[in-house]
Each structure stands twice: as structure tokens, then as C-alpha cells.
């Protein structure tokens, strides 16, 4: 991992990544419903994957050469006392909140959020306009005990899931980062996750990389401006992986999962002990990203899967064309099933 975000510093591959197409599939044989494929007995490498220590390395070499551009700063500590580091570039007026890895074992989101802020530290005309529009504020690792035990849920005091810990509060984690998001107000944000190994599009044989999920919560429980907003964001990341060509979008499954972070950003009305729920929610747009899990393999595609559809809803909320784009097609995007992989 180390290696990659330095290749990513050095020479601008990002870029080149986010414009130019694609991993061809060569070397990834295709199969039916497509891999490669984790094996039953196989032990996934956290070696090639950002850890903690990453983590911190590297928003700390992006601070040191952005002059000035970025900021890292700890919102509180984790259960086992680890710093839970975001960073802010952009001095824009529109606020986009991004956290990956609120799931300890989805590996890749984390290093395509520091792909993401190291290019937007950077000196290219698209983050020089998403910086004037935006103030980004990017967290890397939001569960860093989860990642370094690799597993879902936070370890402790409480081992639970920290994606439903939004309206109880039990974990430092959900305090720290709740707090944060009162006092930064974000307009927009994006969750980044993985799912299973090798779903296929419902009524195709295509190897479903990539679900959108606009609806954490009923639509019911949103404004017709969030509802909008969240299709909006959606179609905008939908098309830019349509472009990519590879990811075989699906919706998630319907869900209604009120304690999930995004979903108390968009409904506000709770809050951690000694503290008031924020009266209106300054939270437009919330939306979440589901990408094919198969651990250490396919690290750059993965970790494009994320970056190509975050970077497009970024760069749509700086022009401002994402508050007008299109949702006709929302409706007609396809669900998928999970099935076995590589058979
Ligand atoms: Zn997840």
C-alpha cells in the first residue's frame, strides 16, 4: 500500500486513472459469474492494504507537502485509543463529508480516500475547482480498531456494528465523529463499503462490481429535496461508472435502517448523551457505494470502483450541474443476487 499511494504521489497516476480507461481484464480470467475469487481456505494479506499506521503516515505527508492545502486533525480517540484522523482541503462553501471503512474488514475504501485527498492536494484544475466550491472533509478509517482486528464491528467497549450506533451512541467512535458532523454541517456525504464476492445483475450474467444505495432510510422519512438530492448524487456516480465500463451497476437492496450514520444525517433527532440533537440537519444528500469484496485481489480496480464514482460527485457539486442532473433513469437501475463466485 505503501507503495501504491507513493507511485500515486510521484506521478500523478490518479489522474491519469480517474480519465483514462481501464484495468483491461487480462489478466483476470473471465468465468461465469466472473472473479478472481477468494477460496474457502485461502488467507486474505492485510499486507497490501492501508492500516492504521498508513493511515497516519500518510495524511501526514499530504499535510506536510499540500502547503497549507489540506488539514488533519483528530476528532476523539477510538475505543483502544487510536486518533480518529480526517482532513479538510477546500475552502468552499458546499460541505461534502466521505468516510470509509465504518466496516473494519471492507479493506479498500481507505486507500482510495487517501488516493482521493492526495490528488485533491494537488495542483490540476479539476481540485483547484472542487477546492474553490467544496470543503471536503475526508475520513480515511472511521472504525481504525475494527480495520486493525479485520472485522466488521468496532472491538471495544462494545463490539457492535458503528454503522447502527447513531441514535444509542455506545461507542467513542459514533460520539467523536456525530460531533464532528454537527460542527462541520456537511451538505453532502458518501459511505464507502464493500459486499459480497460475485452478485450478478438480476436478468444478465454480468458480474455485478458495483451497488449504489440512495436510500439508507425509506424515502418517506427524507425531504423531497434530500430524496431528489440522493437520487441525483446517485445517477451522477451511476453514470461515471457506466463510463468506466466494468463495474455492472446494481441497486442495493431496499433497506430502512434508521440508527445508520447517513440516515441519522439526513433525519438528525439524535444525539449522544449531554448533547442537543441538531435542530435542522444541514445534510442535503447521503448516499452510499457497495463495492465487490475479494480481499487483497484486484487492489487497483477495487479501489477505482471507489474513486471514479466519489471523485464524479465532487467534481458535480463544485460546477453546481449535480443540483440539476437528471434522475429519470434511477428508477430503471437493476437489482442483483448474490451467488457463488467463480462457478
Ligand atoms: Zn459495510
Known sequence: MRKSLAAFATTGLLAAAVSVAVTPASADPAHLPGGPCLQPDQNVSLSSVAGYDDVVQVLDRIERTSNGLVTVDSAGASGEGRQLLYATVGTGPTVVWVHSRIHGNELHSTEAALQILDYLSGG?????????????????????????????????????????????FAQPESVAFWRLWRDVGPHLA???????????????????????????IDPSRMTAQQWLTNRQMAMVSVDALDQYGLANVAHYPIIDITNAALSRMLMSGTAPAGEQPVAQTPTRGAI?????????KSNGQLENLFRIPTMAVLTAA????????????????PFATQGPCGQ
Open 288 to 296: 452510499f457505494y457497495e463495492v465487490r469484496s475479494v480481499g487483497q
Open 124 to 168: 490540476s484544475q479539476a481540485a483547484r475547482l472542487i477546492r474553490e466550491n467544496l470543503t471536503v472533509v475526508m475520513i480515511p478509517m472511521y472504525n481504525p480498531d475494527g480495520a486493525e482486528a479485520n472485522i466488521r464491528q468496532s472491538t471495544t467497549p462494545n463490539r457492535i456494528d458503528l454503522n447502527r450506533d447513531w441514535e444509542n
Open 318 to 333: 463544485a460546477d453546481g450541474s449535480l443540483f440539476s442532473y437528471d434522475v429519470s433513469d434511477y428508477a430503471n437501475l
Open 190 to 216: 458518501l459511505d464507502l463499503h464493500h459486499m459480497g464476492q460475485a452478485p450478478i445483475v438480476n436478468g444478465t450474467n454480468d458480474l455485478n462490481q458495483f451497488q449504489i444505495g440512495a436510500r439508507s
